[in-house]
């Protein structure tokens, strides 16, 4: 047996499992632990392509950090909460299971028909991305298309972040935040004792 | 390679369907984002997919861009969802629902 | 008039200020009126005396240049105003136009206006709405000389509308009576019929000629075909038929006298009731180019008019409405000189009516004044010896009226009749003759009535003659009554061919034939004359009044009842418009037009009420919303791709 075809099996059980524990996990933090375990299967899978870089920056970014800032507001907002699993709302999870099993299906005859008709065209260049991994190297290609052909998403992406950080600065901010810094210490520290309560 | 995409571009879309299920069922704001992180994962994976069935890093390249914009997007979310959580003391969607009156 | 057609042998440039005079005085009267007080009536008459004395300047300007030859008018001038609607090649512009026929048309309304108007000081005198009745005067005045003066149609009928509007004003004046405000609307509405149909002649005369000016439609009529032009013709008549009081819109007139008698005397007699006679005049050449139709239609409303007026007159008792029928029967007159192409005619009769009609107008009023309102025949009597000045002048107006010789009527009836008579159609010309009979008699028999004989008057009245300046505007008028013919003596025809040049030359019997037609007229005057006094003056008059009455008592009880008009228009136009309007008032608005609207509100209330389910204000309502439109979308794409 191939070990490629063995690794994939098990990432893809994985994956996928681990998804499906999310649905059903009734506590958050479950959930998050399900979505990082999936992210590291996604890793593998990365890896199993030829995106080492990504496979890396998945595990460090998505897998650290993100998944991290979710587990800190779940902890903000209380981890002892527990979702109740019943629906309200009339109809809601037999349409959503309708619909995501009509789109599934759509999806997977377009994965496999599509590839059909691309692979016998494409499977040529199908060694290009090792032949581009042996050559300049995974992060040396990567690096140059950033830098030059998408440099200026790239430069979007960045205002997208200023934005995205000043935006989080006035949301979370609380309504006369500034008042509190010219109070005496001693009130903002009963504030925070009642935040905390 | 032994693998076909394909199993690839399904593994993708079955995780892909699982977060839209997962967003719509879910009733914690926080986890609705993290079925989202999922679904966003799941095209992280197309793409990579088939950045090697074009023998193109360019398909590498937009996993960045999916990263950074799922960063924005979660950081700015979160914030909102503390924001809620802060007026009604709650994380629940459902006792969001000021439209309908 | 286009400017190279005018001869312009003189400036025109008085006439705005004849328009605009009376126009201030009128508005500074209605919004400053109660601090001006006492004073209106003299500010009113200055205002109009001071057209009067512009239009005279006008008149000696217009006669002092030489008579213009064949192709050019020189006796015409235009005063441009402004450009007033321009649209395209379409442009209607603030024109003025004096010429011989609106000079002897504004010389009568200002001069005939002023006494009026001086009549009206000591009239109104007591009146609490003194100086709002004189702006209403003075503003009648202002439209009807823009009427008169206007070059062109939508000026015209610029002006056309404002006297209207001053005659309603006019006749509700006291409209605390009922049967006054009521006799307003009836004039207006009934007008308005009228004024629709000269509305659509003149949208007629602007495709079919292409332009609104006086000149142009004049000069281009000839070019329309005759159909074309009977149409615009009877159009226009039947504006002239609602102003005029014409049949079948004349039931407005008598009820008209509900009004001051100064108001009955200027625009019910003297002025407003004669734009239809001058509209007609003014563009007779469409008249012309209908061929004979169109005229035929005028001579015979206007002779058919005539006469059924007169005979009503002859069968009413109250003074005014005499009057008003005397009237109404008179402007038939010059409808009838119109139609057989006199125009010149009919502007002459015109004119002497108006001397003679206003006096007597003023002398009802005067009666009126003197007799404490008092309108009915039957309580006066011999008048004549207790209010001399009124009397004596009164008569000049009856003798004018009946057509005696030299007095002013008998020259322009005559010329009427001999115009008829030149024409050819005997029909007219007979029931001329007729008519001169019968306004001969029950002229007679009011004058008869009212000024001669026993003294008759109502109990505990002190009758008094008119005050000064009642009788300054009494006196000239008789004057003019006695004398206003000499502007036209027969075979010196001085107005006749003074108004040549406008509205072409009229045909006159040649040799022996008028002095016959002036002698059968004279002697239908005198026979007239004589009846009356055979009826009313002598001893045995009412027993032979009640003979003659059950002899003609098929006609007597028809005509004293208006011969029933009133009470048909009443039930096939009135009544079926009010039972429509309360169908519509009572079942259509509230049930299809409320019904629509109700309707409608409701749908939308209902439908956004099912829509409403929709909006759950759920986010994940919303987002299960968004998949089935990708879910959709996506089988469509994939339907698309794969089939």
Known sequence: MNIEVFVFGVIFVIALGSSIAMLFAKNAVHVALFLVGTQIALAGAFLLQGAFFVAAVQIIVYAGAIMVLFLFVIMLLGVDYRESLTEPLHGQRG???????????????????????????????????????????????????????????FEATSVLLVVAIVGVMVLARRIGATEHLATPQSEADDELVEGAA | MSVDPGYYLALAALMFTIGAVGALVRKNAIVIFMFIELMLNAVNLVFVTFARVHGHIDGQVLVFFVLVVAAAEVVVGLAIITVIFRHRASANVDDVNLLRR | MTADILGQGFSANLAPWVIAIPLVSSMVLLFFGKRVGKLAGVVASGAIGLSFVLSVILFLRLIGVEAGHETYNLRAAGYHGFDWISVGGFSVAFDLLVDQLSIVMLLVVTGVGTLIHVYSIGYMHDDPRYPRFFSYLNLFAASMLLLVLADNALLLYVGWEGVGLCSYLLIGFWFEKPSAANAAKKAFIVNRIGDFSFLIGIFL??????????????????????????????????????????????????????????????????????AGVYMVARLSPVFEASGDTALMVVGYIGAATA?????????????????????????????????????????????????????????????????????????????????????????????????????????????????????????????????????????????????????????????????????????????????????????????????????????????????????????????????????????????????????????????????????????????????????????????????????????????????????????????????????????????????
């Open chain 3, 307 to 643: 006469l059924l007026a007169a005979v009503m007159a002859c069968f009413e008792y109250d003074i005014k409405r005499v009057l008003a029928y005397s009237t109404i029967s008179q402007l038939g007159y010059m409808f009838m000189a119109h139609g057989v192409h006199a125009y010149s005619a009919g502007i002459f009769h015109l004119v002497t009516h108006a001397f003679f009609k206003a006096l007597m107008f003023l002398g009802a009023g005067a009666v009126m004044h003197a007799l404490a309102g008092e309108v009915d025949m039957r309580k006066m009597g011999g008048l004549r010896k207790v209010m001399p000045i009124t009397g004596w002048t009164f008569m000049m107006g009856w003798l004018a009226i009946c057509g005696v010789i030299p007095f002013a009527g008998f020259f322009s009836k005559d010329a009427i009749l001999a115009s008829a008579w030149a024409s050819g159609d005997y029909a007219i010309w007979a029931v001329g003759i007729l008519t001169a009979f019968l306004t001969a008699f029950y002229m007679s028999r009011l004058y008869f009535r009212v000024f001669e004989g026993r003294v008759i008057v109502p109990e505990g009245v002190h009758v008094h003659d008119v005050p000064p300046s009642m009788a300054a505007a009494l006196i000239p008028l008789g004057v003019l009554s006695v004398v206003g013919g000499a502007i036209n003596l027969p075979s010196i025809l001085t107005l006749e061919h003074f108004l040549e040049p406008v509205v072409g030359e009229s045909r006159v019997p040649e040799g022996l034939t008028p002095w016959l037609l002036a002698g059968a007229a004279l002697l239908v005057a005198a026979s007239g004359v004589l009846i009356a006094r055979v009826l009313y003056l002598s001893r045995a008059g009412s027993l032979r009044r009640r003979k003659l009455e059950a002899r003609l008592a098929w006609l007597v009880e028809p005509a004293r009842n208006k011969f029933y008009v009133d009470r048909i228009y009443g039930a096939t136009i009135v009544l079926p418009g009010k039972r429509l309007a309360t169908w519509f008032a009572d079942r259509f608005d509230p049930n299809v037009v409320d019904g629509l609207l109700v309707g409608s509100g409701k749908f939308v209330a209902r439908t956004s009420e099912r829509l409403r389910g929709i909006q759950s204000g759920y986010v994940r309502n919303y987002a299960a919303t968004f998949l089935l439109g990708v879910v959709v979308i996506f089988t469509i794409v994939l339907a698309k791709v794969t089939l």
């Open chain 3, 205 to 274: 005369l602007t495709t079919t000629v292409g332009s609104l000016t006086i000149g142009q439609i004049n000069e281009h009529a000839g070019a329309m075909t005759a159909g074309a032009a009977t149409i615009i013709a009877l159009l226009l008549f039947g504006g002239a038929t609602g102003k005029s009081a014409q049949i079948p819109l004349y039931v407005w007139l008598p009820d008209a006298m509900e009004g001051p008698t100064p108001v009955s005397a200027l625009i019910h007699a003297a002025t407003m009731v004669t």
């Open chain 1, 95 to 153: 349409w959503a299971t309708v619909l995501g099993g009509l789109f599934a299906v759509e999806i997977l005859y377009v994965a496999f028909r599509g590839t059909d008709l691309a692979l016998g065209r494409l499977t040529a260049g199908g060694a290009g991305i090792e032949e581009i991994n042996r050559d300049p190297g995974n992060v040396i290609s990567l690096a140059r298309s950033l830098f030059s052909t998408y440099l200026l998403p």
